[in-house]
């Protein structure tokens, strides 16, 4: 299985939306879950948003009723629309695959995200 790879990310001014991909071919089966995160310089990780096998989500606080986190039908592909963008939202953006039986998704949301990443993407907001 190769790593989850982020892409998607940009430039853009606050108010404004993107929507992120992650190819995730290699996780597709109930036995992992995905999940957004982000890491801004100096800061540490922080759960962005999770959909587990049965396309249950869970949102960090600092993004809910902004962004939204879905797959493709056939789970290949996981995506994270981010709308009314903020300048704290500026960060590196990676998407992970998380063991199931590790964590459920409202927890990794609520501790530093843990899992199998690969490269990001970067999203910056501005005023």
């Known amino acids: 299985q190769g790593q989850p790879v982020a892409s998607g990310g940009g430039s853009v001014q606050a108010g404004g939306s993107l929507r992120l991909s992650c190819a995730a071919s290699?996780?597709?089966?109930?036995?992992?879950?995905m999940g957004w995160f982000r890491q801004a310089p100096g800061k540490q990780r922080e759960g962005v948003a999770a959909i587990d096998s049965d396309g249950n989500t869970s949102y960090g606080d600092s993004v809910k009723g902004r962004f939204t986190i879905s797959k493709d039908d056939d789970k290949t592909t996981l995506y994270l629309q981010m709308d009314s963008l903020k300048p704290e939202d500026t960060a590196m953006y990676y998407c992970a695959a998380v063991l199931s039986l590790r964590s459920t998704i409202v927890y990794w949301l609520k501790r530093v995200p843990f899992g199998y990443w690969g490269q990001g993407t970067q999203v910056t907001v501005s005023s």
């Open positions: 290699g996780y597709t089966d109930s036995s992992f879950f």
